[in-house]
């Protein structure tokens, strides 16, 4: 089974302070994704990376940086958090080889971040 | 522009059939999917479809009509641990991204 682990399922930051999301897959996944939910919007894709050390801005990238330095992680960084980025992240990895389907997208359990 | 729309919320009884319908507007298409996320919880993947027909996979079946840019979901014999949203994606073309629905809140009533 594919296994995506995320560092935190709860966290709570300060304004301005720097928060680091960290995500592990386990399947050897060449494509990594950060999302963040929000009621009534569904997912909004923030950065994504398709090999190490490569990252493309998605929708929202806005306020965040990524790194990959390795195949297996993926970590998302919010530079100065503000209140506005209270939401659940959510860390998603996929093959184009995947056996159910091209790129079928497997989700870690999230971490919801609470910004004051 | 791109656009995914499903229902909000549906109520259905223990035991019934349920339809989730997802309609699509993009650019391209290159397959859909449907994942179910229990509250507070991943979403969890449950079909792809990317040819027209229907998907069947024990209770749940994904059908697609591509010419009218629909989908739909379909729950047979409904449990109560069917309570959980569930979204619809698109992939657009053969980049990695996908567009998401804003997920359809299903309640199972005994």
């Known amino acids: 089974d594919v296994k995506v682990t995320q560092s935190s399922r709860y966290l709570v930051k300060r304004t301005g302070e720097k928060v680091f999301l960290e995500c592990v897959q386990d399947?050897?996944?060449?494509?990594m994704f950060w999302y963040r939910q929000d009621p009534g919007l569904g997912l909004r894709l923030i950065y994504f990376?398709?090999?190490?050390?490569?990252?493309e801005k998605g929708d929202i990238p806005e306020g965040y940086s990524v790194s990959r330095e390795k195949k297996e992680r993926f970590s998302l960084i919010l530079e100065s958090a503000s209140t506005n980025q209270t939401s659940m992240y959510l860390c998603?990895?996929?093959?184009?080889?995947?056996?159910?389907?091209?790129?079928?997208?497997?989700f870690g359990p999230g971490t919801r971040l609470t910004v004051l | 522009g791109q656009n995914i729309d499903q229902p909000t919320e549906m109520t259905a009884t223990e035991g019934a059939i349920v339809q989730i319908n997802c309609t699509y507007q993009?650019?391209?298409?290159?397959?859909l999917f449907w994942y179910q996320q229990h509250a507070g919880e991943a979403p969890t993947f449950l079909s792809y479809?990317?040819l027209d027909g229907l998907e069947e996979k024990g209770r749940f079946s994904s059908f697609l009509s591509r010419s009218k840019g629909y989908s739909y979901l379909l729950l047979k014999e409904l449990q109560m641990k069917d309570s959980a949203s569930y979204l619809c994606?698109?992939?657009?073309?053969?980049?990695?991204?996908?567009?998401w629905g804003a997920g359809t809140k299903l309640i199972i009533k005994p």
């Open positions: 998603a990895s996929s093959s184009p080889s995947g056996l159910a389907g091209a790129d079928t997208q497997y």
């Open positions: 399947m050897d996944h060449e494509n």
């Open positions: 990376s398709y090999d190490v050390k490569m990252k």
């Open positions: 993009t650019s391209g298409f290159n397959g």
């Open positions: 479809n990317v």
């Open positions: 994606a698109v992939r657009e073309d053969s980049n990695y991204q996908l567009i």
